[in-house]
């Protein structure tokens, strides 16, 4: 005998399969704990915030909207309205100036999204309802974690991903380099 020890080699080759394994699960687990916390769905108070900052930013923006929206038609007083009070059911004697709005090209003449122009113009009256139907309907499936806590985890996730991949790289070129062929 040559004085090799193959049941230590062999050994060895088999810690060094059973490490990359648990390398490869612990790599495979980290990223369904991720996948799981990313998937989640909302915590109530995220959501809640995420209303009540959509019915503020609708109150802030609705009046340059507005009027980005009717500065895109033709806006004219007219003071022969004869014609226009016919076509508008108006007595001829009526004293009242029209504002006639044209429409600019062929597009229908909505101001912009309802809904958003709802909640700019309804802002007050809304906030507090929507907020409370928010609270207290029922949940779709369990909450994951709070926004500020799901980013921290995450990143804490994707951290260990990555030193657990450089780790496997690593032991794999090592035992490359050593004729070993890890598969």
């Known amino acids: 005998m040559l004085g090799i020890n193959f049941a230590s080699i062999k050994k060895t080759v088999a810690d060094l399969g059973a490490q990359v394994g648990q390398l490869k699960a612990d790599i495979q687990t980290a990223k369904q704990q991720r996948e799981l916390i ?14 009540d900052a959509l019915i503020l930013r609708a109150k802030a923006e609705f009046p340059g909207k507005l009027a980005e929206s009717l500065s895109k ?16 059911g108006l007595d ?9 709005i044209e429409h600019a090209g062929s597009q229908p003449a909505d101001v912009f999204d ?60 090592e035992a490359e380099s050593a004729g070993l062929a890890l598969g």
């Open 38 to 51: 990313e998937a989640a769905p909302l915590a109530r108070e995220d959501v809640v915030g995420l209303v």
């Open 73 to 88: 038609r033709i806006i004219q007083c007219k003071t022969d309205l004869a014609a226009d009070k016919t076509a508008l």
């Open 114 to 173: 309802l809904e958003f122009s709802l909640l700019g113009v309804l802002s007050d009256q809304l906030r507090g309802p929507l907020i409370e139907a928010v609270r207290t309907m029922p949940w779709p499936g369990e909450p994951g974690l709070p926004l500020v806590q799901r980013k921290v985890e995450l990143a804490k996730l994707d951290k260990q991903i990555a030193e657990l991949e450089g780790q496997l790289q690593a032991l794999v070129r």
């Open 92 to 100: 001829r004697s009526s004293n009242l100036l029209a504002l006639h």
